[in-house]
């Protein structure tokens, strides 16, 4: 039970950054090593906004970060743990779901720039019997632009898969599934539509691209990440949870009907955790994800330029290469029924998941160098980009 939902915040139009305006595929430039002055958030102010958020949301918690020009975060923290009923503290971890793609497309970008992958190689190159592999690439996987079918309702909306999907996860209620299990199911649906010519969000991209990465490497995926960004990069907080143990906060979801309440605690996610895999399965803390939105989207150094430049380039479809782009009109279009308006305009950058009891979003905004970091347990959090919106704004105005 993992994926994205398309909820949208009220319009309220941020300053343009050059993420994208449209078909325009500018990128933000590189941030320079001179130290700028100081900008501080006002603490009382985000935990107000954030305590708001809980309370429309009916979520029991929440936990938000801000950090401008590579500065001191402010991170506050409000609510429980429902399961638990303790308080939560600002180092509490959480399923972030979705935003593993972002550290997946990273590990991926470093093995290019390593010579050991190439974003025009076909993925037949790896899996010579994925249907149509000689015309996917590994650019179309990292951007949805592969034409690949959906795992189950990965744009947050009921699909055509999601009902088998429900039905896989159930029959592997707390067991260990390996990838390949999970792609031999997903192969044989038909493409959405010819690769590289649309966009459409497919949790099953970055599955294969896991599969691809271990495939290269003789390293399971988990290993992979640490030896080349976590561990490196000291994020001791954060867990490849399909091959880890992790223990995140327990939330609220409403994933299995309108006005369901299930606290996650109980629940056993071994089954749901390795199914999402390189999609969906890494756990982390605030500080360790404003760390890595300072690392991947902010400094480029996780990958170097030209190429970490280029990952973040959003194209018309809403995403770049491991990344998808945040809207003036505060909301990630790539999930919305009929998807990007051709006149969308990107002004932040980063990531956004949904797993059943918790909702992440990871954002930086290149204009206001700032990145925004929000993680809520419950799935069903309307007015979550709203709120990142809403903490923008505040940057923009410490800054005025």
């Known amino acids: 039970m993992f994926g994205d939902r398309p909820w949208r915040a009220a319009v309220v139009l941020l300053p343009v950054l050059s993420v994208s305006c449209g078909g325009s595929g500018s990128t933000p430039s590189a941030v320079t090593s001179k130290k700028p002055p100081p900008v501080h958030i006002d603490s009382r102010a985000l935990e107000t906004r954030l305590r708001q958020l809980v309370r429309e949301a009916g979520a029991p918690g929440a936990i938000a970060g801000v950090v401008v020009r590579g500065g001191?975060?402010?991170?506050?923290?409000?609510?429980?743990?429902?399961h638990t009923k303790a308080a939560l503290t600002t180092s509490d971890s959480f399923r972030i779901a979705s935003v593993t793609?972002?550290?997946?497309?990273?590990?991926?970008?470093?093995?290019?720039?390593?010579?050991?992958?190439s974003l025009d190689d076909p993925v037949s190159t790896y899996d010579p019997s994925w249907p149509r592999g000689n015309e996917i690439t590994i650019r179309m996987l990292l951007s949805h632009t592969s034409g690949l079918a959906p795992w189950g309702g990965d744009r947050g909306s009921q699909g055509p898969y999601s009902d088998a999907a429900d039905s896989f996860e159930l029959a592997h209620y707390g067991k260990q599934v390996p990838p390949e299990e999970v792609l031999a199911v997903a192969s044989g649906r038909p493409l959405l539509f010819e690769p590289g010519s649309a966009t459409s969000y497919s949790n099953i991209n970055t599955i294969l691209l896991g599969h691809i990465i271990s495939t290269i490497t003789g390293r399971t995926l988990g290993t992979e990440l640490h030896r080349e960004l976590l561990d490196p990069l000291k994020l001791t907080g954060t867990r490849y949870a399909a091959e880890e143990s992790a223990s995140p906060i327990a939330g609220l979801s409403d994933l299995s009907g309108p006005g369901s309440k299930l606290d996650t605690g109980p629940v056993d996610w071994t089954g749901s955790t390795s199914i999402g895999g390189?999609?969906?399965?890494?756990?982390?803390?605030?500080?360790?994800?404003l760390t890595w939105g300072d690392a991947f989207l902010r400094r480029r150094a996780a990958v170097k330029d030209p190429l970490g430049t280029e990952a973040l380039r959003i194209a018309p479809g809403g995403t770049g290469l491991g990344v998808i782009g945040f809207t003036s009109d505060g909301y990630f279009?790539?999930?919305?029924?009929?998807?990007?308006?051709?006149?969308?305009?990107?002004v932040a950058v980063g990531g956004s998941g949904v797993f059943s009891g918790a909702r992440t979003i990871l954002a930086f905004d290149p204009t206001l160098d700032a990145i925004v970091a929000v993680v809520v347990n419950r799935d069903g959090t309307p007015g979550l980009e709203g709120f990142v919106r809403d903490a923008f704004t505040m940057v923009d105005s410490a800054e005025r």
């Open 72 to 82: 001191t975060p402010t991170i506050v923290a409000t609510g429980t743990d429902p």
């Open 101 to 117: 793609k972002t550290f997946v497309g990273a590990l991926a970008l470093r093995l290019v720039q390593q010579g050991k992958l």
């Open 278 to 289: 390189a999609a969906a399965a890494m756990v982390s803390t605030i500080g360790d994800l």
């Open 333 to 346: 279009c790539v999930f919305g029924d009929d998807g990007c308006p051709k006149d969308a305009t990107f």
